[in-house]
């Protein structure tokens, strides 16, 4: 079973910008949808965005037009760009598929706070 390992967070002021990657330990050539999850203190955890082998994209509305998802299916890697991060972005970040399945990687930390 496919293995995630996300990296690239921490913390960064309101308006900055971070790059998150999701490293997989086997071939996500495929996997029809890879999405880029993330988790609040107290609250559910959300789909942010989404991406198939080709460009179909979708992002959550709160993220649209800040949030870049993309994937290299040869470097076994799905990137999050984020841009303009505002407070309410932090969170604990998860890549999977979607919808997901197995296990979820440990994820990484997004803190946004000046």
């Known amino acids: 079973q496919v293995q995630f390992v996300e990296s690239g967070g921490g913390l960064v002021q309101p308006g900055g910008s971070l790059r998150l990657s999701c490293a997989a330990s086997s071939s996500i050539s495929s996997i029809y949808r890879m999405g880029w999850y993330r988790q609040a203190p107290g609250k559910q955890r959300e789909l942010v965005a989404d991406?198939?082998?080709?460009?179909?994209?979708n992002y959550a509305d709160s993220v649209k037009g800040r949030f870049t998802i993309s994937r290299d299916n040869a470097k076994r890697t799905v990137y999050l760009q984020m841009n303009s991060l505002k407070p309410e972005d932090t969170a604990v970040y998860y890549c999977?598929?979607?919808?997901?399945?197995?296990?979820w990687g440990q994820g990484t930390q997004v803190t946004v706070s000046s």
């Open positions: 999977n598929r979607n919808p997901p399945w197995g296990n």
């Open positions: 991406r198939t082998s080709g460009s179909s994209t």
